[in-house]
């Protein structure tokens, strides 16, 4: 059935929707990079393994870029404000959030996988981070997906 709503109304609400899941998964995109831009500077960064460093450096990148698209709604919407183009921009502004909480996966993989390998040193941290991915991808995909799937009306 649907909503009886105009074009742009329906483009103001995605967009209200939007930016509030924006700001959910920014605050802890937020928490998690500023921790990370802090490791560097400890004492125990230098007692690092080659191989943890650079797993470092990835998160650390990762992190970054995940901010960047997190955010990257809400330039999209203050370059384009007043263009009357608020329903492709709300597009654009989803694509960029999904991409970035795709972005988030990875950075949250990592960086567990850094942490579990300078906190443990044991050969089951990779099984222990593989099944957190996996319970990740069921919360954020696969049960959204099923979801959509078997509750949208054709």
């Known amino acids: 059935m649907g909503r009886d709503e105009t074009e742009e109304e ?9 930016i509030q899941e924006i700001r959910v998964a920014q605050t802890g995109v937020q928490i998690l990079f500023g921790f990370l831009l802090t490791v ?32 990257g709604p809400v330039s999209l ?5 007043g263009r009357r183009v608020k329903p492709q921009a709300v597009e654009w502004a989803s694509r960029m959030t999904f991409v970035g909480l795709v972005l988030l996966l990875a950075t949250m993989t990592s960086s567990l996988l850094l942490i579990l390998r300078v906190a443990t040193h044991d050969g089951y941290v990779p099984y222990l981070v593989t099944g957190v991915v996996v319970w990740y991808l069921v919360c954020w995909f696969v049960v ?3 979801t959509r799937r078997r509750h949208t009306t054709k």
């Open 144 to 146: 959204p997906l099923w």
């Open 40 to 71: 560097v500077f400890t004492p125990r960064y230098t007692q690092l393994t080659q191989t943890d460093k650079n797993i470092y450096i990835v998160t650390v990148v990762l992190g970054a870029c995940t901010t960047g698209a997190l955010i």
């Open 77 to 81: 919407h203050r370059l384009v404000s």
């Open 10 to 18: 329906r483009a103001d609400r995605k967009w209200v929707e939007l």
